[in-house]
Structures are given as C-alpha cells and as structure tokens.
C-alpha cells in the first residue's frame, strides 16, 4: 500500500468549475507538496505545506495535520490548468514519498 | 540559472547495452535524487546522495548504479539495460529543512529498451 493516495485519480471538468483534489497520507511527515506536471513532463512545486493553508492565485492548498489529509483547490479552473498534479510528502531525513497523481483536463 | 539540467531527454538502448544519465544543478544543494517515474505508480526513488562523496540505495535501485561526482553532479548507470528499465528517469535537488524543503526536477528523460 502506497503511504501516499491521491484522488480521484483522472478528473475532467469545464472551464469555471471549482476543482478539488485529495492526498491522505499514513505516515508522519515534516511537510508536504503540492507539484504539477504539464505533458512533456517538467515538474514544478506549486506549495509546500506544514500546516494550516496556503493561496496563489487561483490555486489553494490546504492541509490537516491530525487527519493526515490535504486538498488542492482550482477556482475558475482554466485549460491551462490541465496537468497532473502530484502530492509528495516529506519525511524525516528529507525523504521524499509521492501519490500516483491526479490527471485534470479542463475542457474549455 | 539553469536549477537542474539532466542528459539526454531522449534515449533507445538494446537490451544489455550500457549507458549513463547525467544530472547537474548549480543551486549548491547537498542533496540530490534520482526516481524513475512508470504510468499507474508514483515517482520511486532509485537512489539518493544526501551529500558530496555519500550514495545510497533508495526503493528501487535493482540494476542501476550511481556516482556523486561532486557536489554539483550525480549520474545514473545502466550497466545492462533490460526491457523492465523503460520509463522517466527523474533527476531532483530538495533545499533542504533550513530552505522550506523545496524541490527541484531536471525535464526528465525518455528511456525506452527494446
């Protein structure tokens, strides 16, 4: 079993919808991360958590410490916005563990 | 500043042939990580190199070897590609804890072993 599960794990949505995202976790972490990878493959950090919530522009990220549960929020979703969204955390040691990823594609 | 550059993007080995994927950064981390990246699983950590001189084993390290050449480059070997090693193969660099644990990846590269 994977530490890390995301859901769902392919999302389509219309352009406007609010997106939502999910990573449970089953282990203690110091952090975790928000990524994203646009085909062709390139992979980038959105956020880094360790508690509480974090906003950047039309992305939100949360996350429950007790509940080992975070979401990435898309408001006014966009076809720009269609990647795969990778959940990863952090462990001691600065190990890092990675979810299978969300697949999103915003139909305009 | 380039972060992480990894070479090549695209590769086609025969089964048995050899070859090695390199990885820079220019950020001066210590830490730096190779994964491979297969549909259906999450990016697996094949080895690591938590700092200059040190290398160790990650989840899947089976048919591969390492080498931290200095702080500011770590490659992967294959020695005797197999079918079973297609896949993205992933080169990364955390900030570390002092740095808020950010990551950086190279653009991947496209293994494919027939």
């Known amino acids: 079993k994977n530490e890390v599960e995301q859901s769902p794990q392919n999302l389509t949505a219309q352009e406007g919808e609010f997106i939502t995202i999910n990573c449970s976790y089953s282990?203690?972490?110091?952090?975790l991360h928000w990524l994203q990878q646009h085909p062709g493959g390139g992979i980038v950090s959105l956020f880094m958590?360790?508690?509480g919530k974090k906003k950047h522009g039309r992305l939100i990220a949360t996350i429950n410490i007790q509940e080992k549960h975070s979401s990435l929020h898309i408001t006014a979703s966009h076809p720009r916005d269609s990647a795969v969204y990778i959940c990863a955390v952090i462990r001691l040691g600065n190990q890092f563990y990675f979810g299978t990823g969300t697949s999103l594609t915003v139909i305009p | 500043n380039a972060g992480v550059t990894q070479t090549p993007k695209f590769q086609v080995l025969k089964t048995g042939q050899s070859m090695t994927l390199q990885c820079a950064q220019d950020m001066n981390h210590n830490s730096m990580y190779w994964y491979r990246q297969d549909p259906g699983m999450g990016l697996r950590l094949i080895y690591y190199?938590?700092?200059?001189?040190?290398?160790d084993k990650g989840e899947v390290p089976n048919g591969y070897n390492v080498s931290r050449l200095n702080k500011r480059e770590f490659s992967l070997r294959l020695e005797s590609a197999a079918p079973s090693q297609t896949s993205v193969y992933f080169c990364a660099s955390p900030t570390g804890l002092s740095s808020g644990n950010t990551i950086y990846f190279g653009e991947g590269s496209w293994l494919t072993v027939v």
């Open positions: 958590l360790s508690s």
């Open positions: 282990v203690g972490i110091s952090a």
């Open positions: 190199s938590a700092s200059e001189g040190t290398t």
